[in-house]
């Protein structure tokens, strides 16, 4: 049976490489492969192409290899309220959220649940075990 290759995002904000590691336990030799960030092809509609189109280039450059990677992307509706109470309760540990506001260009991390407000393009929720989950993303 064939072992799986996962990402490794291992030294990634240092680098900026994102490395995909063999699962056969080779402790003795790196068989880590670097991969180049991959573009979604620009003729095919797909969720993280929507979401790429709509970060600026400096948002572009750190999510485009993630969503590369093998993360799973989930598109769901802007709902202020249940957001909010989501943000609240949510493991602060497990779970990253970042916000792009109508008239900003960047995307900015969500520190209190205020910020989940109108009027708001887009919320994205991070989970740790790479699903990365798009509120406001037509898709």
């Known amino acids: 049976m064939a072992k799986k290759i996962r990402p490794s995002l291992k030294d990634y904000l240092r680098t900026g490489v994102v490395r995909f590691n063999n699962d056969e336990g080779e402790q003795g030799t790196d068989t880590d492969q670097a991969a180049l960030p991959v573009s979604p092809p620009a003729n095919i509609h797909s969720p993280s192409a ?3 189109a709509l970060l600026s280039e400096r948002d572009r450059l750190t999510w485009e290899p993630i969503l590369g990677a093998g993360t ?3 598109t ?3 709902d202020f309220t249940a957001l909010r109470e989501e943000f609240r309760n949510a493991d602060k540990n497990r779970f990253t959220y970042y916000l792009l506001a109508d008239g900003e260009e960047h995307l900015r991390p969500v520190r209190t649940s205020v ?3 109108s009027p708001l393009r887009l919320l994205l929720k991070w989970d ?4 990365l989950t798009c509120y406001g993303l037509q898709g």
């Open 128 to 131: 740790e075990t790479g699903i």
């Open 72 to 74: 799973e992307l989930r």
């Open 50 to 52: 929507d979401l790429l």
């Open 76 to 78: 769901a509706p802007l």
């Open 115 to 117: 910020q989940i407000r």
